[in-house]
């Protein structure tokens, strides 16, 4: 199906394990973000790309890394995942930046608990 | 401080009813203003645009205040299947930030 999707959807990993988490869209949109929320918090910002071998970080990218290299992917990985990073992702894809057509399109999740 | 502030609710609406609620942002040079809907935890779509001027689309009406820095959402006629949670984000730099959201129940 067209659109943009995400894997695995639920995971369950160990502190100090390695973690990546897909995301996958067929749309061709340039832009590509990750976030993650938690109660009590909207969604913030991890990390983000503007185009294929194009990443930045955005307000919580510790602990996180990134690639990109190729338009319709974006993995995140964790390094070593701690406790604090349990929560809930979400990879988003935009094809423009520009003002009130700035809509990002999410995927549907990766509940990621940390042991 | 955060950059948007929400009031959490719920807010619990019988069918029918008209409720709103606003957001609150902090960043002054803020340049674009959305409203975002969220069922139970499953992925934010976008609910609309917020302009200068205010803008309705069907039964919603978004308006903006830049002066006091607030987005206000009003939901008329309810529908139970308005039930779901508002984010308010608001957009600088070309990065969103998003409000922790506002619950609605709408109630038969």
């Known amino acids: 199906d067209a659109g943009i999707t995400q894997s695995p959807r639920y995971k369950i990993t160990e502190t100090g394990r390695q973690v990546t988490l897909m995301c996958h869209q067929t749309?061709?949109?340039?832009?590509m973000f990750w976030y993650r929320q938690d109660l009590g918090h909207g969604l913030r910002l991890i990390y983000y790309?503007?185009?294929?071998?194009?990443?930045d970080k955005g307000e919580v990218p510790d602990g996180y890394v990134v690639s990109r290299s190729k338009t319709e992917n974006f993995p995140l990985t964790l390094e070593s995942a701690t406790r604090s990073q349990t929560s809930v992702y979400f990879c988003?894809?935009?094809?423009?930046?520009?003002?009130?057509?700035?809509?990002?399109?999410f995927g549907p999740g990766t509940r990621l608990t940390v042991l | 401080r955060k950059e948007v502030e929400q009031d959490p609710g719920p807010f619990n609406v019988p069918e029918g009813a008209t409720v709103a609620f606003n957001c609150t942002y902090s960043?002054?040079?803020?340049?674009?203003f959305f409203w975002y809907r969220q069922d139970c935890r499953k992925e934010p779509k976008l609910l609309m645009s917020?302009?200068?001027s205010g803008n309705e689309d069907g039964r919603f009406t978004a308006q903006l205040n830049r002066a006091s820095q607030y987005i206000s959402l009003l939901i008329r006629d309810s529908k139970l299947s308005d039930s779901a949670t508002y984010l308010c984000?608001?957009?600088?730099?070309?990065?969103?930030?998003f409000g922790a959201g506002t619950t609605v129940t709408v109630r038969a």
């Open positions: 960043n002054s040079a803020s340049q674009s």
């Open positions: 917020v302009y200068s």
């Open positions: 984000v608001v957009m600088y730099d070309y990065k969103l930030s």
């Open positions: 749309w061709s949109h340039s832009y």
């Open positions: 790309s503007a185009a294929a071998d194009i990443t």
């Open positions: 988003a894809s935009s094809d423009s930046l520009a003002g009130t057509y700035n809509e990002q399109f």
